[in-house]
């Protein structure tokens, strides 16, 4: 028996870590066992590796150190938590996986996407989401939500430019065409509870 891994994926304040919860609920309404995670973090060590990549300045790391540091986070998530829970046939809803570094690392960073997925299939065995529900906004509308919500007050990818997240939100959309077995691009605007019904129902093929 195993359960499904579904990632939840986007830019900066697109609203993933209530839908997250949202998806959650609903989902456990169905009797399930769900397990509610996030990138980077999730498990204890990796939550160790989150403070090195989310604080400090800008340029702290270079791109190679950046990805490192997230593969050997996600290792160590994948192996403690992600694995075990998949195994005893839970849902697990991770707020961010390995698409992140390909559009923040790669995409935006200029880091070989061949190269992070080597990674990922080192530190992980190249483990992937059965779904992955990409949450788009117009980039405007998505640094007023963040902007709003952390009063200005960003982690070390937030204060990156716009030019940057403009490229990290197209490589997600790159990486969603390409793979339309996997994603499904889900539109953020609107209120709560659309967004919440229209991700459950990107959902139902698999549930
Ligand atoms: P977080 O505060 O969790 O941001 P958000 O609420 O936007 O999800 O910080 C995670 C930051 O790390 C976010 O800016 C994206 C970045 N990130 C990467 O650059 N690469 C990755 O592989 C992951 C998982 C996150």
């Known amino acids: 028996?195993?359960?499904?891994?579904?990632?939840?994926?986007?830019?900066?304040?697109?609203?993933?870590?209530?839908?997250?919860?949202?998806?959650?609920?609903?989902?456990?309404?169905?009797?399930?066992?769900?397990?509610?995670?996030?990138?980077?973090?999730?498990?204890?060590?990796?939550?160790?590796?989150?403070?090195?990549?989310?604080?400090?300045?800008?340029?702290?790391?270079?791109?190679?150190?950046?990805?490192?540091?997230?593969?050997?986070?996600?290792?160590?998530?994948?192996?403690?938590?992600?694995?075990?829970?998949?195994?005893?046939?839970?849902?697990?809803?991770?707020?961010?996986?390995?698409d992140s570094s390909l559009a923040y690392q790669g995409g935006a960073g200029g880091l070989d996407e061949t190269a992070i997925r080597q990674l990922h299939q080192i530190g992980s065995d190249g483990l992937m989401p059965d779904r992955t529900l990409l949450l788009e906004l117009p980039g405007s509308d998505a640094a007023k939500r963040e902007f709003a919500r952390d009063n200005g007050r960003l982690d070390r990818f937030g204060r990156k430019t716009g030019e940057y997240h403009d490229r990290v939100a197209g490589t997600f959309r790159k990486l969603a065409e390409a793979d339309p077995q996997r994603f499904r691009a889900v539109n953020a605007e609107g209120a709560m509870e659309e967004v919440t019904d229209r991700l459950l129902a990107a959902l139902a093929d698999i549930r």
């Open 1 to 98: 028996m195993r359960g499904r891994f579904i990632s939840l994926e986007g830019g900066e304040g697109v609203g993933k870590s209530t839908q997250l919860r949202r998806l959650a609920e609903a989902l456990r309404a169905d009797g399930r066992e769900v397990v509610e995670t996030r990138e980077p973090g999730g498990s204890p060590g990796a939550e160790a590796i989150r403070a090195l990549l989310l604080e400090g300045e800008t340029d702290r790391w270079t791109p190679e150190a950046e990805a490192l540091l997230f593969a050997a986070a996600r290792a160590d998530h994948v192996a403690r938590l992600i694995r075990p829970a998949l195994e005893r046939g839970a849902w697990v809803l991770c707020d961010r996986f390995l």
